[in-house]
């Protein structure tokens, strides 16, 4: 192995370390809805997509934005139709199809979660100089479509 390819190793490995450890403090940290359990992170990431929608979205497609089977979908819908945050509905043209919207209690909880984390990221920024923030978020730039492929 090259020596490049060697720092890129020990670089990844690092990271992973990190990320770990970073997940979970995010996860954890971000919000209290989530910190309390009223709220699982794959729920509010469901809430996040439902609430960037200007429409219902299929359970087919709840699945695909998710990466999940559309069982492991069904369960989540599930269990926030229960809360109340999202409401099933037929489609416009085909009353087999199940559409999923979000509810205005949903959009209040995923403000919420988002402001607990602005807040703790304020709080986590505050660690960092001027340049160390626009360098991190600029790497986050450049990262984010790779992630979110």
Known sequence: MNDHRQ???SSAERLADIFIVLQRSFVLNL???????????????LLSFL????????MSEVA?????????ATGLVDR?????????????????????????????????????MIQNLLRLMEV????????WLRIYEKIFPFCNQ
């Not at 919000?31 to 990431?45: A, M």
């Not at 695909?64 to 492991?72: E, L, P, Q």
């Not at 960092?128 to 360098?135: A, F, G, K």
């Open 80 to 116: 926030l139709e229960k809360l109340s945050l999202i409401t099933r509905k037929q489609g416009p043209k085909d009353r087999r199809k199940v559409m999923v919207v979000i509810t205005e209690k949903g959009h209040a909880m995923v403000q919420e979660i988002r402001q607990d």
């Open 51 to 58: 609430a960037q929608e200007p429409e219902a979205l299929t």
């Open 128 to 135: 960092l100089d001027e340049n160390e923030r626009t360098t």
């Open 7 to 9: 720092d890129l190793k």
């Open 64 to 72: 695909r934005r998710m990466k999940h089977t559309t069982a492991a």
């Open 31 to 45: 919000s209290k809805e989530l910190v309390r359990g009223r709220l699982s992170f794959p729920q509010f990431l």
